[in-house]
């Protein structure tokens, strides 16, 4: 992986997502932001980056249709949410004991749900670097980056 193995711009396919509640679309565009501050992104095989991603969910399978920013094609993964719904799942729920302790929990409670946020929010990144490895090589902040963004996607998708 060289230097120019990164995203220089992701974008949503608004088709085959939709549009979501304004919070929603805030949180897209903050993951996207995160996510384009910085990252290692090495579509295995391609010789020269920058890239740029294109996202969709399609027949329950998330879509990574990758192009140089010339716009000359890459490659297409396809991969299945399944694996990743149950971390997705367990993740939203913990998000909302997060949200809700943080209005009247004491602090150490907000610190432990906390932990816990993250500890799942970790379990999904791996997983994600696990389903990627051989297609696309990411370094564990950039999974991070993506899984959050694919927790955005999830979520408009539903």
Request: proline share 3%.
């Amino acid at each position: 992986m060289n230097d120019s193995h990164t995203l220089v711009s992701v974008h949503v396919d608004l088709a085959t997502i939709g549009r979501g509640e304004e919070t929603v679309e805030h949180e897209r565009r903050v993951a996207i932001a995160d996510l384009l501050d910085a990252n290692k992104f090495y579509p295995v095989g391609s010789e020269e980056g920058p890239y740029d991603l294109r996202l969709a969910i399609e027949d329950e399978r998330l879509v990574f249709d990758i192009k140089r920013e010339d716009g000359t094609p890459v490659r297409v993964f396809v991969f299945s949410l399944g694996p990743l719904r149950r971390i997705i799942k367990d993740y939203f729920l913990i998000c909302e004991s997060y949200y809700a302790a943080v209005r009247d929990a004491p602090l150490g409670q907000i610190e432990a749900i906390d932990m816990g946020r993250r500890g799942v929010h970790n379990e999904g990144s791996t997983l994600l670097k696990e389903r990627l490895e051989g297609k696309i090589e990411v370094d564990f902040d950039t999974a991070r980056r993506l899984f959050t963004l694919i927790c955005a996607l999830h979520r408009r998708a539903a």
